[in-house]
């Protein structure tokens, strides 16, 4: 009975608050609904990403991507594209809300929208030719008279080979000798002998380089001159390839090999939700801890490494401060709650918590102003009951009285001034009971 009694009274309260104080009421509701609406704390379930061309790694990786979003209950849908440059094009036309490019592929002036979340792995620059093996330290020597396929428009390796082509005097346009085949096609000329080489930017777990590596006679071409490339190409560096470290059975590659490498980027659109932006970074740092090691960097993955894109805030918080404290305690999106909105939960608890101390004082200073105000009131009705009162004037008054009557009928008092309650109970049946005997008399 006393938990039913206490509930009551909270029901009372409410309604209460509602009734005389609902400016206050808006007022708080509008609050509210701005940090929500600021906030935004519920990201949506789909999201769209730009891939690359079928088994490259830029899909291999789109792939674990959407594998760990699904783990936390958001579906990620792969688009299919020729590569980098198709990727950022969808990007700025809102076609995706995030895209997988490579370091040195610059996303325009237009593209304002378009932030970065940062680098997640290496792309290693590869060149596989069959024949016999090449001794020389001269790419230029070797290149001459052989055709390559240097992928189609559009594609992060056409990009790169372009860029180290030039070093070497060698331009693409116009040179029968450099053809345009996808990554697939590229595996089908080399094997039946329709092309001599193979350039291609890729992970190591990227299905066209499985295909290559599987092909009898073929050799992973050793870039003796890779520092150059890197010293003239800043978003490149140097990696190497130990002798038979990728097939320790067939010994490939058959040297100690050098090559250069860019990296994949994980673009996204401005406006995508920060808690979606979390999740691509802790899904980057998940995928580097399980095994993208054969190519590893001082820090790991993900990294800040790509400058001439700007990073995202939500990214830039991700690299200074780390993970959201509540990660991996919580679901992923309250977790980047609480870590954007910290500071106004902070000022919310150190002003709403001495709230909470004078709320029950404000409950029955509101009380007592409530009766203090009928009491007012009925004292002034009972000084105009006398004598001389007309009966039309009285017949007003007594009006008037009930209706004072009525309203502190409806008052909510806290229990600690229920004493009061009664006391103001009393005056009114006192006023009553004059205003019957005035009522006989007329």
Known sequence: ???????????????????????????????????????????????????????????????????????????????TTAGAFENIELLKKGTVDAALSIGGISVGKDATKIVSLGSVEYQPFWLFYRGAEFAGSNPSVFFEGKTFSVNIPGSGTRHLTEKILSLHGMKIDGNPRLVSFSSGESVDALRSGKIDGVFLVAGLDSKTIEGLIAIPNIHIFNFSVADAYAKRLKYLEVVKLPHGSIDLKRAVPLQDSETVATTTTVLANDKLHPAIQHLFLEASNKIYQDGQDFFSRPGGFPAHIERDIPLSTVAERFYTKGPPALNGYVPYWIASLIDRIWFILFAAFAIGYPLTK?????????????????????????????????????????VEFHALEQRIDQLWVPASLKADFYFLRGAVDIVRGKAANLQKRA
């Open 1 to 79: 009975m006393h938990f039913l009694r206490a509930l009551h009274e909270e029901r009372v309260a409410i309604l209460s608050l509602l009734r005389f104080q609902w400016p206050i009421v808006l007022l708080f509701l509008l609050g509210v609904a701005t940090l929500v609406f600021v906030s935004r704390p519920l990201p949506p379930s789909h999201v769209r990403l730009a891939a690359g061309q079928p088994n490259s790694s830029l899909e291999v990786l789109a792939t674990k991507y959407a594998d760990y979003f699904k783990r936390n209950g958001v579906q990620v849908d792969l688009v």
């Open 358 to 398: 004078i709320i029950p004082n404000y409950r029955e200073l509101y009380a007592h102003f409530c009766m203090t105000d009928c009491y007012e009131s009925l004292v002034e009705i009972d000084l105009q009951l006398v004598d001389t009162l007309r009966p039309d004037e009285l017949h007003a008054l007594l």
